[in-house]
């Protein structure tokens, strides 16, 4: 084997969670914060602003920022790799009250920001190195307007320790102690953890046994529906506070906020998206009859097709897909094949198959030494691979980044999840390239449309329920059964009564909604893959993609999402004609599949 299924973290701190390296860490960046602190108040007693020791008040934030992704990320892959192990979880409460103490010394530099007169802000803004990071900068001096005084801030800061972030790891304690069991095709007892279940449902071939891990799955949530319904409506209540404390006037403010996004260009994509979603009917009436099903499940949307015509399936090795990563990555991008290649030879992934590991896959940068740590399953489908591209793509654009300051790699979710999808989609088409036969061309293109299946109608779900709920939630607490409620119209009205039997505790087994640094964790993944679709088009009307590709990469957190996709794709999002041309994608594949499969039924 070429590669290992493991990832190594020594290189970011040697020798575990007890690294002296990493306890030398947590000392320094609990230094550098109170300097900080110190320098800033020092800072707004001085009557005439040095802008060069401004400048390095700017330096001084940025190194701390770095420093405690770095330690974030650490901790967190440890625990993810360790799922059930409750030693990280001293190590990461630390690591949160650093980050709390840090917001404190931020908070104090934005209001600091605050004091300037315009035309002093511009000069700070035109130093050497503090030009660079100009955008962010304008944001955070926005931003404090919305801050309280001092001590508020620091209590709600330190409350969220106990509050927002507290509930979101409660959630973790939950998913990681669920375990169910399945009886197999050969009758067989099956035991599995969550994370591992919710990889069965995906790619279970056999249709019965795939029904009952399901509804083993539904169950095992079921039983557990009390303590997420707590868990999720204190979340959204800390949440739904905080934010009333900040002026934001509904709960939608924030998350486009975050996402340098505007609600024009929010309701004309969901707008496109609910105008499209008729043209998976047909699709989905296919795959039944292909599968031997009568009806649609839930746990049927990415089943794969396993018998068609003299098709054989078959599995990949991860060296396989590796080597078919790089390949087809560097037929857009020499520089995202010696990413990808780099990233698999220095073991910057951990993709082996078991027990204990946190469900779903992601990506996390190591600002501090430059580097990018991916966790996920693999198993040897085609979808497999196609995950991988997508965490790489991620790390490919964090690379892109690290030469410049790191408040420019602090770009927003939803243009975050535009490369990782484009390099997903670079896969997913190289797959049905390869394809030897028709059976197999459309076994390979129905695994291609588990992506915009998810990004049409799956999110869509969840964006329905999770505006429902908190507009419930602003009113009281919503119990479980009224939970159930909500997720299952949500799934009726996305998928335009595609779904013969929908998944009514998927708002319990769904991580997203727990995540409480970033609310409203679902649009900015649709956002990302239509505008990655926008992107794939403009590609093959470019020269010198690779160049153009990275200087809008490298722009990404340095102006607003509309800006971006105007500079360099000169579109307007607020318009529907972007949007409507990916989905123009989407439904060419479709009848391309139509069209192949129908010499099958």
């Not at 087994?509 to 992107?535: A, C, R």
């Amino acid at each position: 084997m070429t590669y290992s299924l493991n990832w190594d973290l020594d290189p970011i701190y040697p020798g575990g969670i007890e690294s002296p390296e990493f306890a030398d860490k947590l000392l320094l960046l609990a230094q550098q914060i109170t300097d900080l602190k110190n320098n800033v108040a020092e800072y707004e007693k001085q009557t005439d602003h040095a802008f060069t020791v401004f400048a390095k008040l700017v330096n001084d934030n940025q190194v701390i920022f770095s420093g405690l992704r770095t330690a974030a990320l650490f901790v967190n892959a440890l625990s993810a790799a360790d799922y059930t192990n409750p030693a990280y979880r001293p190590y990461q409460t630390k690591v949160s009250e650093l980050g709390v103490a840090y917001q404190a010394s931020l908070n104090a530099f934005a209001k600091l920001l605050t004091t300037f007169s315009d035309t002093e802000f511009k000069q700070a803004l035109a130093e050497e190195t503090v030009a660079p990071v100009a955008f962010y900068l304008n944001e955070l001096r926005t931003q404090a307007d919305r801050l309280l005084d001092d001590q508020t801030e620091e209590l709600l800061n330190t409350l969220a320790l106990d509050g927002l972030k507290a509930w979101s790891e409660h959630y973790d304690t939950i998913s990681a102690g669920l375990t169910m069991t399945y009886t197999d095709e050969n009758g067989k007892q099956q035991s599995l953890s969550a994370g591992q279940a919710l990889n069965r449902i995906d790619d279970y071939p056999d249709n019965d046994t795939r029904a009952e891990i399901m509804h083993q799955y539904e169950k095992m949530w079921g039983s557990a529906e009390n303590l997420a319904a707590d868990t999720l409506n204190h979340l959204a209540g800390a949440r739904l506070t905080e934010q009333k404390a900040h002026g934001y006037n509904d709960f939608l403010e924030e998350p486009l906020e975050l996402n340098r996004m505007s609600r024009a260009t929010l309701d004309t994509m969901w707008q496109v998206v609910d105008d499209n979603k008729d043209m998976f009917k047909p699709y989905f009436e296919r795959k039944a009859q292909l599968l031997g099903l009568e009806k649609i499940g839930w746990q049927d949307q990415s089943a794969p097709i396993t018998k068609l015509g003299d098709y054989e399936p078959t599995t990949n090795t991860y060296d396989e897909a590796a080597a078919f990563i790089i390949k087809n990555f560097g037929k857009y991008s020499p520089k995202m094949a010696a990413f990808a290649q780099h990233a698999f030879e220095n073991q910057w992934i951990e993709a082996e198959n078991r027990q204990g590991k946190t469900p779903g896959a992601w990506m996390e940068s190591v600002p501090d030494i430059h580097e990018s740590r991916i966790i996920t399953t693999f198993t040897g489908s085609v979808n497999d691979s196609a995950t991988i591209a997508h965490e790489v793509g991620h790390g490919f654009h964090t690379s892109v980044l690290t030469d410049l300051p790191v408040w420019r790699d602090s770009y927003a979710m939803n243009v975050a999840e535009t490369a990782s999808t484009f390099a997903e989609m670079l896969i997913a088409d190289a797959n049905v390239q390869t394809a030897k036969s028709d059976a197999e061309k459309v076994v390979l293109l129905d695994a291609k449309m588990t992506n915009p299946i998810a990004m049409f109608l799956n999110i869509h779900a969840r964006f329905l329920f999770e505006k429902s709920f908190y507009e419930e939630r602003e009113n009281g607490f919503v119990p479980a059964s009224r939970l159930n409620e909500l997720m299952d119209h949500a799934q009726k009205a996305a998928f335009g009564g595609i779904l013969d039997e929908r998944h009514p505790h998927f708002w319990a087994s769904k991580l997203h909604f727990y995540i409480d640094d970033v609310p409203f964790y679902n649009f900015p993944y649709t956002f990302g893959y239509l505008f990655s679709q926008g992107i794939y088009a403009w590609a093959q009307t470019q020269d010198d993609f690779e160049a153009a590709y990275i200087s809008l990469l490298r722009d990404t957190a340095n102006m607003t999402t509309e800006e971006l996709a105007k500079k360099h794709l000169g579109v307007d999002l607020t318009e529907p004609d972007f949007w409507q041309a990916g989905a123009d994608l989407v439904k060419k594949d479709i009848d391309e599949f139509l069209r192949l499969s129908e010499q099958f039924i």
